[in-house]
């Protein structure tokens, strides 16, 4: 079976200290909870940046910033800024990351709700905007598909070629408002792709390792982080993103499913190494 990309999502737009202590906010906070995320065995990191206070932002200055400083602590990972950013952000505000051109980034490729009376708003025309923003500089991109209906709305796109060759899913399963995560959910999604596309599982909440294990078990790759789950096991919280990426290398030895490194991970994906 081809080696395992774990992604680690350390930070997200929506989470705070309150919730975990070891979410990070700070330029070094971000970097140190990258590197340990790193020697763990992560080989992309996911990242959202906020201000000092925590609050999100999709400034490209702090991006920049942050993207320096995990770089110089993290040899060779891939970093994946979020160009979903947070719910009410304009979309030229999301895409900013973009112009510093990282090897990757997020599309999201529909519209969900996000519990309350948050929406986060991906229209046709919206995925189709970030999707010509994101080729235009070059950058892959990771096909965030809370549903099937946005595995759907991929497929459509890439008919018509706007969306293109790589096809890296992530499937974001388990957010409320969202689709569930139980094993069928995940079996429909992941026949539901192209044999040549790759896909990655996040498991958000309590669904986070149920979904890691059967990704391992069926070929697939992970992400974890403080993005989408806090906790180590129920009830207790992570002492940081280290902790939830040491589980998932656990899980996929017992699997015997190998971890991939950056420049691994690099050929998986056809980025250039
Ligand atoms: N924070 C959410 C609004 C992504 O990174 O592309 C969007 C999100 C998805 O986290
Ligand atoms: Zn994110």
Known sequence: MEKL???????????????????????????????????????IIHLHVREDDGTPTQNVKRFDEAIIAIKELCPGV?????????????????LQPIYLKPEMCTLDCGSVNFGG??????????????????YEKGILPELECFGKMHVDQVLRLYKKGLIKDHLHFSFVLGIPGGMTGEERD??????SIPSNATYSVAGVGRFEFKLAELSIKHGGHVRVGLEDNIYISKGVKALGNKALVEEVVRI??????????????????????
Do not use: H, W
């Not at 350390?10 to 020697?39: C, F, L, R």
């Open 252 to 273: 996929a030895k017992t699997y015997g499913r190998e971890i991939a490194s950056p420049n691994e991970t690099r050929k998986i994906l056809g980025l250039k190494v």
């Open 117 to 134: 009376d948050e929406v986060f708003i991906n229209s046709e025309n919206d995925v189709i905007y970030f999707a010509e923003k994101i």
């Open 78 to 94: 891939i970093i994946q800024p979020s160009t979903g950013g947070a719910v009410g952000m304009s979309n030229d505000e999301r």
């Open 186 to 191: 995940f079996l429909f999604l992941k026949d």
């Open 5 to 43: 990309i774990i992604t680690c999502a350390i930070s997200g737009a929506e989470v705070t200290k309150e919730d975990n202590p070891y979410v990070p906010y700070t330029v070094e906070e971000m970097a140190i909870e990258a590197y340990n995320a790193y020697k763990a065995g992560a080989s």
